[in-house]
């Protein structure tokens, strides 16, 4: 097991009453005047906006709204927070969605703090050193970010889709109410789904030894968000699975599954790439290169496929052949995919064929021109980022 530290100081609300301490918590991290920021209109149309609006001045803070924030969130949309705050004098920022919504409130919040351009966080040639306080109230368990380290923002300018970690973005607190998810369509919960675990694959697949814990944890993550995710897929309104489905968001991103292990995230990397530039649901676009990147590495360490096949994907173990039983784990999760409605490759991702020159222009983004490798598990050049990229390509 490798040393680690574990931080994880987001104060949790969870639960059917979890909203009616909202005005409570912000004035608890100090808040007075609050940016609320949402996206495109559900937390309207359910009523959740107003009444967070309500509970805010009936606990005799001020509020000014921020709407518009779109999935991939844009840094225009950053700017003009950054100066409506200034212009406001707002010094807490709650967010009222999901993770595009709290990704851009991470990138005000350190924006607002900074003479220069936030983007400069973005590309390496600055570093935030302070934010203004900020606290959520989670709409869709998928992304995270509810209780992570890092924002990503998509610069329209260059169709660039950047993350950006720091320990200062993150949330003082998290309002989560399960039943607030019930309105999520199917592909949404699905999508979210599937980024939960994968966030938590992006840390079980590493060559680390003597993690049985962290694995166990990982495993019960898995093995939970399978099962009730077809549960929630017939019957939305069923509380008990929607509410293991937003906890289980928040362990597979708050670092508790990857306490002693490298990480690889090299498909999130390859992710970013078709969000970026075919605006896709993230979550869908991890399904879509997840079997490709998973068919290009196992034999890096074929014991780590076979403990997920059999673990996590329910297949028996064939002990006179590892590499068929790793096969079949991937060939499970590619059906799991299919079943709940998500892609297994790029053309069912963007709906027809992508050409060879939007994968190179995804593999020069990814590798920066070359000079940067992703991943851990393999660590990936320019021509593997190709290579995974042409094979999820095919039907
Ligand atoms: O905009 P509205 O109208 O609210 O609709 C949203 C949006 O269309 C809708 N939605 C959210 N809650 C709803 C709802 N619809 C009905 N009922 C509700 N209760 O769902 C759609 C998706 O929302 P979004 O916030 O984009 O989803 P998600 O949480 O999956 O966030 C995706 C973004 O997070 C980034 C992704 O790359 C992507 O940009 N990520 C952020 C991470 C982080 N900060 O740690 C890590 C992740 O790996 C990920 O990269
Ligand atoms: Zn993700």
Do not use: A, F, I
């Given at each position: 097991m490798k040393d680690f530290t574990y931080y994880a100081p987001t104060e949790v609300a969870f639960g059917k009453s979890s909203e009616e301490e909202v005005a409570r918590l912000v004035k608890k991290y100090d808040?007075?005047?609050?940016?609320v920021h949402y996206g495109g209109g559900s937390a309207v149309r359910s009523g959740l906006l107003d009444k967070i609006c309500s509970l805010l001045e009936e606990g005799g803070l001020r509020t000014v709204l921020l709407g518009g924030v779109v999935p991939n969130p844009r840094l225009s949309k950053v700017h003009e927070g950054i100066a409506l705050c200034r212009k406001e004098g707002v010094d807490f920022i709650l967010s009222v969605g999901g993770g595009s919504v709290i990704d851009s409130a991470k990138a005000i919040a350190c924006g607002v703090c900074y003479?220069?351009?936030?983007w400069d966080f973005y590309i390496g040639k600055a570093d935030a050193q302070a934010y203004l306080p900020m606290g959520c109230v989670l709409t869709i368990p998928a992304a995270g970010s509810e209780m992570s380290d890092s924002s990503v923002i998509t610069n329209e300018d260059g169709d660039l889709k950047i993350g950006y970690s720091n320990n200062?973005?993150?949330?003082k607190f998290a309002i989560m109410n399960?039943?607030?998810?019930?309105?999520?369509p199917p592909y949404q919960t699905a999508a979210g789904v599937t980024d939960i675990m994968m966030h938590t694959m992006e840390r079980y697949f590493?060559?680390?030894?003597?993690?049985s814990l962290t694995d166990a944890v990982a495993e019960a993550v898995l093995r939970t968000m399978k099962d009730c995710i077809f549960t929630v897929l017939k019957d939305p309104r069923d509380y008990r699975a929607r509410a293991q489905i937003m906890w289980g968001g928040s362990l597979a991103h708050n670092d508790l599954t990857g306490c002693g292990t490298t990480g690889d995230w090299a498909t999130h990397q390859l992710e970013h790439e078709l969000s970026a530039l075919f605006d896709a649901t993230h979550g869908a676009g991890l399904a879509a290169v997840w079997p490709s990147w998973a068919r290009y590495v196992y034999r890096e360490n074929v014991g780590r496929f076979v403990r997920f096949a059999v673990n996590v994907m329910g297949v028996t173990n064939d002990y006179t052949d590892p590499e068929g039983t790793a096969l079949k784990g991937i060939e499970a999760m590619e059906r799991f995919y299919h079943s709940i409605g998500?892609?297994?490759n790029i053309p069912e991702l963007i709906g027809r064929d992508i050409t060879d020159a939007e994968i190179d222009e995804m593999v020069r983004k990814c590798s920066l021109d070359g000079t940067r490798a992703q991943g851990q598990f393999k660590v990936l050049t320019a021509r593997d980022m190709q290579c995974i990229y042409r094979n999820a390509a095919r039907r």
């Open positions: 808040g007075h005047k609050v940016l003479e220069g351009e936030v200062l973005s993150r949330q399960p039943e607030r998810t019930y309105t999520l590493s060559h680390d030894d003597d993690m998500m892609p297994v």
